[in-house]
């Protein structure tokens, strides 16, 4: 059997929380000398169960050699081994920023996919935006800078022309998951087991079924791995935030493989997103004596 361990998807969510009394502590007097650019959204996260949500950001400046900013994304889908090519979402001119007023910009989720060349039907549950801001002066300068080193590139944050120091309250990145409100209603169903890294489904064929309860946002996966005793694991779900969690359970039989450890007890934890009908779960499988075969990945699709 495979011994590939995956770790959990981590949803780093960026947030700036300076309002504009703030502002004098974090040397505004100093801004001639360096400049100061903070964004604040107004959600962190988009629901794609709204259809095209939109995000607004509220941007603060008091530099006035800023010639523009740019606002550039990519995307990292749920379960791919990297994010796809940074592309420009947004190009703010130096004179519309201000911090009294301040300055908003509304962004839609079309407006996002758009940017990395997919459509909102390209995205499901657990898909990740990342937005990363560079700042051009009236100079000519950029911050972050780009360092090159035969083919590879490196953001220069360390040693730009404006140190950390120097750069009073800088919004560099912030990040929106892609979630929709957990609705047991649409989980229920028929799925397949789309991946299998411990290889512990009786029946690589098998489709197990998804059932309501016991209780409040709880399903439970009849006969998971399809073994003849059938244990059914129960899923608990937090309706906000999408995540699953497996309490430990009888999740198989070793003598099914012809092995000698008796009943394996799976517990852990992923993410459920019934809007797309689809369950990850990062599970240990663990023997009764506390041994452990590890963790293992299993990811299921509804049909």
């Not at 749920?78 to 509304?106: H, W």
């Not at 937005?131 to 080193?149: C, K």
């Not at 083919?151 to 022309?161: C, L, Y």
Request: with cysteine.
């Amino acid at each position: 059997m495979k011994k590939l361990i995956f770790s959990f998807y981590i949803f780093a969510i960026g947030c700036l929380l300076l309002s504009c009394e703030e502002q004098e502590n974090f040397g505004i007097n100093q801004a001639d000398k360096a400049f100061n650019l903070r964004m604040k959204p107004d959600k962190n996260s988009f629901d794609i169960s709204a259809g095209d949500p939109e995000i607004n950001f509220t941007i603060y400046s008091d530099t006035k050699t800023i010639d523009h900013v740019e606002i550039f994304v990519d995307l990292l889908k749920f379960g791919s081994d990297g994010p796809t090519p940074r592309a420009l979402l947004k190009e703010i001119p130096g004179n519309m920023l201000g911090n009294s007023p301040s300055t908003s910009v509304t962004v839609k989720l079309s407006d996002f996919v758009t940017a990395v060349g997919l459509t909102l039907d390209d995205l499901g549950g657990g898909d990740l935006f990342n937005v990363y801001n560079e700042v051009t002066m009236s100079d000519g300068r950029v911050y972050p800078d780009t360092l090159e080193f035969g083919d590879e590139k490196f953001v220069n944050t360390e040693n730009s022309f404006f140190t950390a120091a120097g750069t009073t309250s800088f919004t560099s990145t912030l990040a929106f998951p892609v979630l929709c409100p957990f609705v047991t209603e649409d989980a229920v169903g028929t799925y397949s087991i789309s991946r299998d890294d411990l290889e512990v489904a009786f029946d690589p064929a098998y489709e197990p079924e998804v059932i309501a309860g016991p209780g409040p946002n709880q399903v439970t996966v009849v006969n998971m791995l399809g073994h003849p005793q059938g244990y059914d694991i129960i899923v608990d779900v937090d309706p906000a935030t999408d995540v699953a969690t497996v309490s430990a359970q009888t999740g198989w039989h070793s003598a099914n493989f012809g092995l000698p450890f008796g009943e394996i007890s799976v517990e852990g934890g992923g993410f459920y997103f019934s809007c797309t009908g689809f369950l990850s779960l990062d599970l240990d499988h663990n023997l009764a004596d506390g041994r452990g075969f590890g963790t293992f990945r299993i990811e299921f699709t509804k049909q």
